[in-house]
């Protein structure tokens, strides 16, 4: 298995990996402008770019997937929710399906809460073992931090859909899970982020302060300490959308 993160100068964090031996890769939330690099890598690996995902409609940065899922002739996945949202074909992405390229499996887990269609990615090398080796966690959970609650429907009601996300599927996942989250240090799409750009899940649940919390307490807290909204957001959305050039 390959394994690659890429960092953008916001502190968007994009991935790509996949199984050199069959030949096959995933790229996820590729940030426009970033096509040609996905490219480069696929060329140095000699693997087939197979699926192109966007953990959920981005609003702080315009989205390169659906322009790199064009060039390389994959399917362009997202929550299936977004398919009667976005002016443009996709593949809807449903709980618990898998994706297979080679050895790698990668499992949808649907945890709204940050968005209505946000999306954690688990991910498994079936060469070394059937067990999740790490997760993408998109927005929903960061180094440090979670996702911000207001970027659809209101705060607390997504806050609440937030915590249960978390608790329901991914704190109920192994402790040394590794995680990679959508954002670092210097994003707006969440509080108190780390400069770190990958952690465990069990130094997660005992040093990252919202997941300790009751559920009042979570709701309270993430609401009161919102983030100012990302320039241009209702633009970015939607161009990301399909709505607009």
């Known amino acids: 298995m390959f394994f690659k ?7 968007t964090l994009s991935y790509f990996y996949g199984c050199g031996g069959k030949g096959f890769a995933v790229a996820v939330d590729v940030v426009a402008g970033d096509e040609g690099w996905f490219l480069e890598e696929a060329q140095k ?9 966007d953990t959920h409609i981005h609003a702080d940065h315009l989205s390169g997937g659906r322009a790199l899922a064009e060039r390389v002739g994959a399917p362009y996945c997202m929550h299936e929710s ?20 080679g050895n790698v499996l990668t499992q949808v887990l649907y945890t709204p809460g940050h968005t209505l269609d946000s ?3 688990l991910v498994s090398d079936r060469r070394r073992s059937a067990d999740p080796w790490f997760a993408l ?5 960061f180094v440090g931090g979670v996702g911000r609650p207001d970027l659809g429907g209101t705060p607390e009601e997504m806050a609440g859909k937030l915590f249960d996300s978390l608790h329901q599927k991914l704190l109920t996942l192994p402790d040394d899970l590794e995680i990679f989250p959508g954002h670092a240090a210097g994003s707006v ?31 309270r807290s993430l609401t009161a300490d919102i983030p100012e909204k ?11 959308l399909g709505k607009a050039a």
Not at 5 to 11: C, E, F, H, T, V
Not at 84 to 97: N, S, T
Not at 196 to 217: I, N, Q
């Open 5 to 11: 993160q890429r960092a953008s100068a916001d502190g």
């Open 45 to 53: 690996a000699a693997v087939a770019i197979s699926f192109v995902i």
């Open 82 to 101: 977004d398919v009667d949202l976005v002016q443009f074909a996709i593949r809807g992405l449903h709980d618990g399906e898998v994706l297979e390229t």
């Open 119 to 121: 999306l954690c990615l």
């Open 137 to 141: 966690t998109g927005d929903t959970l």
């Open 189 to 219: 799409c969440g509080a108190g982020l780390s400069g770190k750009p990958s952690s465990t899940l069990g130094f997660e649940k005992r040093w990252d302060p919202y997941l300790t919390m009751e559920r009042e307490a979570f709701v």
């Open 230 to 240: 990302p320039a241009d957001m209702a633009r970015i959305v939607a161009i990301n």
